[in-house]
């Protein structure tokens, strides 16, 4: 499945929700167990309601529906004029933090040289970049920024921030991508 990185409104933090904000709060109740979130995305789909999904802690991390099998739900809040439910999730290689908004360990960017740039993409929003946030540019003029779908096969010849970095959600990830790199 190929993922779309695409532009923001220009401002950082606007409209995609990365913006460095107040710790997530809240009186969402805690899930018991290790709740599979694919399991309860189909389950409150199959009730009629619609949801959204959202980091149990304070990272801010995009919760990535592509790879709902990979996380667990800690919290959900119910918002009844919408007929809807805020699912508050983790890695599933995570503990749930003991409240909603708690805090966790930021994971660090991975490497991605040398990578495909399909494959690039999915790795970063299963480390919780905003799809927003993400741009893939030309390796040769790194200021022009590309379609990903067309250079889907490209590799991944640099990246800023570099690997090894720490995470920050408000950071805005870019890919330098070429049919091969020089």
């Keep these: 499945m190929l993922v779309t990185a695409c532009g923001g409104s220009g401002d950082p933090g606007k409209a995609d929700g990365t ?18 979130l694919m399991a309860f995305m189909k389950e409150t789909a199959d009730s009629g309601k619609g ?8 990272l801010g991390r995009y919760i990535y ?14 918002v009844p004029d919408l ?37 690039s993409l999915v790795e970063v929003l299963v480390t919780g970049y905003n799809p927003k946030r993400v741009k893939v540019v030309e390796a040769d003029d790194p200021g022009r920024v590309i379609d ?10 640099g990246q800023k921030p570099r690997a090894g970095t720490v995470f920050d959600a408000s950071d805005e990830l870019r890919l330098q991508a070429a049919k091969k790199c020089p």
């Excluded at 949801?51 to 304070?58: E, G, M």
């Design 19 to 36: 913006r460095k904000s107040a710790p997530v709060t809240g009186s969402a109740n805690p899930v018991p167990g290790r709740a599979d």
């Design 65 to 78: 529906p592509g790879a709902a099998e990979g996380y667990v739900v800690c919290f959900e809040k119910e």
């Design 148 to 157: 990903p779908k067309p250079a889907a096969k490209w590799r991944v010849c």
């Design 83 to 119: 007929e809807a439910v805020d699912l508050y999730a983790v890695p599933d290689k995570e503990n749930c933090p003991a409240r909603l908004g708690g805090k966790a360990p930021a994971p660090r960017v991975p490497d991605l040289s040398g990578k495909q740039v399909e494959e």
């Design 51 to 58: 949801f959204s999904l959202k980091d149990a802690t304070t």
